[in-house]
């Protein structure tokens, strides 16, 4: 039976709200030896993690449906909300079934919780990735080259499967294909929000952090097709890009809100790995010299990532001529560094390119949003009414 894209968005949200991660789980039950190696936002080299056998499983809170309460007692109040929920999901014993964990360079915050769940699982396999800072092939390049390659031959120490160029080589195709169908299913909701609103897109787009890549792109296959099809009436909303959203992810019920509120979100940051480079990975050659090529050269411009090839505001710009978007939501949560320190730069590039701007921030444990339902029902009213972009 043909699924609608209603039924699989509420499947997928099934999904968003478990915190027992069951697909992650019931993945590792079916065969015997299987191992899951979990990660935290924004970057993890996914291809290295399949190629030894195990399932990445990215990990990004607990969201606004568990209340954190032994999270707390690890971290300061000014600090932002994604370490404290992950602890929570640590104690409680919600990711028992977890057999490492990676922390990739993002800020100050994560490569402290890379020492915290040193404490707190000792003896289990523990990496902080460090990422390259710059860009240049024979540097950045070159490390990061090397980094995966200690990365790969540790993670298959863990699972007891050798990486091999081969199975490196499968795996980027594997992911190469994963990246095509998110891109696919992010140009369907640029061209047409109304059959494809982000509210749905988001927790299709979720649903792969506990899934195998390949199951996943079947279901974002499977998603876009009965999208496409759809008889879902036309709605006049304003076109708006999100940013800032990139770590610590935003409740569902705020992406709602503002969809509510008269806003298709037409482009975003959210769960950047999934998308995070902007040309395939060659699928021929040296597979790791090719992961470290892509890295350097195709990577998607974010505040924890340095990039050389435009000024702080000009890939922004560039995203909303792209999308065809009247305005910009700049939406961070609360002391996340990168992004807060980022948005003046990419409002004063918006500001001499006249489009218009609206920020707000939020934590992920938030359930209350009737002030920002108006705040953004006003900016979609305002673009309506007065933008000239």
């Known amino acids: 039976m043909t699924r609608s894209p209603e039924q699989i968005a509420a499947d997928c949200e099934s999904i968003y709200y478990d915190l027992e991660f069951k697909p992650a789980r019931d993945w590792k039950a079916a065969e015997p030896g299987r191992k899951v190696v979990g990660f935290v936002p924004v970057f993890c080299p996914r291809e290295v993690i399949s190629a030894a056998g195990a399932l990445a499983m990215s990990i990004v809170g607990a969201g606004d449906w568990l209340e954190v309460i032994r999270g707390d007692a690890y971290y ?34 994560i490569r402290n919780l890379s020492g915290m769940w040193q404490m707190l699982k000792p003896g289990s396999f523990v990496r902080y990735v460090d990422v390259p800072q710059n860009y240049e092939p024979e540097i950045g390049g070159r490390f990061w080259e090397g980094e995966l390659r200690i990365l790969a031959a540790e993670i298959g120490k863990l699972t007891g499967v050798a990486v091999t160029d081969d199975s490196l080589r499968e795996s980027i195709r594997i992911w190469n294909e994963n990246r095509a169908a998110v891109d696919e299913m992010y140009l369907l909701r640029r061209d047409r929000p109304d059959l494809a609103p982000t509210s749905e897109v ?13 199951s996943h792109t079947k279901l974002i296959r499977e998603y876009i097709a009965t999208a496409r099809t759809s008889k879902r009436a036309a709605v006049d909303s304003s076109r708006v890009v999100i940013v800032g959203a990139f770590c610590e992810q935003p409740p569902l019920a705020l992406i709602k809100t503002i969809e509510r509120s008269g806003c298709f979100i037409v482009d975003d940051d959210f769960l950047l790995v999934s998308r995070w480079y902007t040309a395939p990975v060659a699928e021929t050659g040296d597979p790791f010299k090719a992961l470290a090529n892509a890295f350097v050269k195709h990577t998607i411009p974010t505040a924890v990532m340095y990039s050389p090839k435009t000024g702080r505001g000009g890939a922004l710009i560039e995203r909303v001529k792209t999308a065809r978007a009247e305005g910009v939501i700049f939406a961070a949560p609360s002391f996340c560094t990168p992004a807060l320190l980022d948005q003046p730069m990419l409002v004063d590039g918006l500001e001499k390119a006249g489009i218009p701007y609206t920020a707000f921030k939020y934590a992920e444990n938030t359930g209350q949003f009737q002030p920002i339902r108006e705040q953004t029902g006003t900016f979609a009213d305002t673009m309506k009414l007065w933008s000239a972009v």
């Open 76 to 109: 300061q109040s000014y600090l932002c909300h994604i370490p404290r929920s992950i602890v929570e999901l640590a104690v409680s014993n919600r990711l028992d079934f977890v057999d490492g964990m990676l922390f990739p360079s993002t800020c100050d915050v």
């Open 202 to 214: 988001y927790v299709v787009l979720r649903a792969g952090n506990v899934m195998d890549p390949a």
